[in-house]
């Protein structure tokens, strides 16, 4: 064996690292943009949600209960549910979704709808 294969053989190895370091960056990269920064929006969002509950919002539990919150404190709050008004209080990471803003939501989208829109329109939101 020469000494110039020999050092050949070892700069494509070295090469070969590298390629394999790019891989393995691009293969986290993608993980990264793929499933943990959506998560982690969803997660603010549901927490801004359960920040800006107000008394009267109609909201739903993970467990399925629905609600008429009458009254926010710190990290619980109390509310009606059914037609004889039975109180609950539960803790705030236990709201699934705030239903009146939901519905509010979707109005403000059908509005929307009626206007023309153009290519780029998405980009505003």
Known sequence: ????????????ESGSMWM???VYGLIIAVFYFIL???QSKQ???????????E??????TI???IGRVVSVKDDELVIETGADRNKMKIKK?????NETRRAA?????????????SFFSFLKK
Do not use: C, H, Y
Not at 55 to 60: A, L, Y
């Open 36 to 38: 943990i920064r959506p």
């Open 105 to 117: 939501a979707k109005t403000d989208d059908k509005k929307d709808d009626g206007e023309k829109k």
């Open 20 to 22: 394999m370091m790019i």
């Open 93 to 97: 990471w236990a709201i699934g979704s």
């Open 55 to 60: 008394v009267g919002d109609t909201i739903v």
């Open 63 to 65: 467990g399925g209960i």
């Open 1 to 12: 064996m020469t000494p110039a294969g020999f050092a050949f053989t070892q700069g494509g």
């Open 43 to 53: 997660k603010k969002k549901e927490e801004e949600m359960r920040n800006n509950l």
